[in-house]
């Protein structure tokens, strides 16, 4: 197995000064990859050099990843405080009491004493179970409202106090909801992980982040061609088959995928891929190592901008909502469209 210095691997400053890897490792199967194919993964991604490990409850695999990553620090000499393992609390476990629930039975899964990153995955507590379909509503789902966030914020915040999380972030987190819960919290997040490629790069969203210290953390970095089908629409964006992407990946003598994550990188947010597969997964680490973009590609990649989003999470819709937009703030404030209407 190849094996790549982590000392090459770009880093990144959180604000306390703790230096932490600016590529992870996504960790969730898609619906389609067991957990015992994600966690063998996982095991290769730590011995061939990947520190950081992007995990989350929903993702149903977390006991085989805590397995892996036993392994992997036994067998490959790595020393637990190298690695930066986050993970997610889950939108039906939002709330005073579940929060610590939450948490204390993904640390119990990773076999691990304190998590270094924890998020709140989505900033409602909607929830859709594992593997349904695309048209599956909940009814007792609910718009964001900033009081039930903060209540949940708060038990993220006293992770902290208790030692057991290092850092706490957001996830799919819009512009005006960040705006909003920033000026309430007793300990600010570092993180926001949300959808970034070069086919949606949110450059409003992410100049707002980079400017307030928190660090955008780019889901579906190759624009996820594997994802749900209930994530799927004939019309979304193919990010590894973007004209850029393909000139410049071409220019390189490398895959498109490779184009994507120096791209995250060099811009400044960190890109999570995910593979299963040893000589991707490798890959897409070594990129970040060598050969980086020109500020041309750089340029021309940033012209090459849908602003199409592929993840609309349409299953999190309250009831009397219009549309997948009502989740994503597009008129710039917060959306409560159709509730209690
Ligand atoms: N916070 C959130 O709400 C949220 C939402 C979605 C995802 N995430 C996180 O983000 C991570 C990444 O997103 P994702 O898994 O949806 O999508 P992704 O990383 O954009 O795409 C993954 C797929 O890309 C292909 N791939 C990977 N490396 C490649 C390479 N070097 N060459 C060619 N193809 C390559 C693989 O497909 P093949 O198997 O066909 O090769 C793989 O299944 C997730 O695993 C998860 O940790 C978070």
Redesign the pocket.
């Known amino acids: 197995m190849e094996r790549i210095d982590p000392g090459k691997i770009p880093m990144y400053s959180l604000p306390d000064g703790e230096k932490i890897p600016m590529i992870g490792m ?3 199967g ?1 619906d389609r990859f067991t957990p015992e194919q994600v966690s063998s993964a996982v095991k290769g991604a730590a011995l061939a050099g990947y520190r950081f490990f ?1 995990c989350a409850a929903a993702y149903q695999n977390e006991a085989q990843i805590g397995e892996a990553l036993k392994e992997a620090m036994e067998e490959g000499g790595i020393a637990r405080k190298e690695l930066f393992i986050s993970s ?1 609390v889950w939108n039906d476990m939002h709330g005073r009491g579940d929060v610590l629930i939450a948490a204390a039975k993904t640390l119990k899964d990773l076999q691990i004493d304190h998590l270094d990153g924890y998020m709140v ?1 989505w900033p409602f507590p909607n929830y859709h179970p594992p593997g349904c379909a695309r048209d599956y509503r909940n009814p007792a789902s609910r718009p964001f409202i900033i009081e039930e966030f903060m209540e949940t914020w708060e038990q993220m915040e006293r992770l902290v106090d208790a030692g057991l999380v290092r850092y706490i972030g957001v ?2 987190m819009t512009l005006p909801k960040l705006k909003a819960i920033l000026p309430l919290c007793r300990i600010r997040p570092v993180f926001n ?1 949300v959808e970034m490629h070069p086919g949606f790069q949110q450059p409003e969203l992410y100049e707002f982040c980079r400017e307030n210290q928190i660090l955008p953390i780019g ?9 749900p089908d209930r994530d799927k629409l004939p019309d979304d964006v193919s990010v590894m088959d973007m004209p850029a992407v393909k000139r410049i990946a071409q220019a390189h003598g490398v ?1 498109p ?2 184009v994507c994550i120096k791209w995250a990188v060099q811009r400044g947010h960190m890109p ?4 299963v ?1 040893e000589a ?1 997964y490798t ?2 680490l070594r990129a970040v190592t060598e050969d980086p973009l020109t500020p041309q590609e750089m340029q021309e990649l940033k012209d090459a901008d849908t602003g199409r989003r592929i ?1 609309k999470a349409q299953n999190f819709l309250w009831p009397g909502a219009s549309g997948w937009e009502d989740l994503w703030d597009l008129d710039g404030t917060i959306s409560k469209n159709g509730w209690n209407s």
Not at 272 to 275: D, E, K, N, R
């Open positions: 996504g960790t969730f898609n992007d997610k995955h996830s799919n992980e889901f579906c970095p190759l624009g996820s061609p594997t994802r895959h995928a490779l999570i891929p995910f593979s597969y991707e890959s897409n993840i």
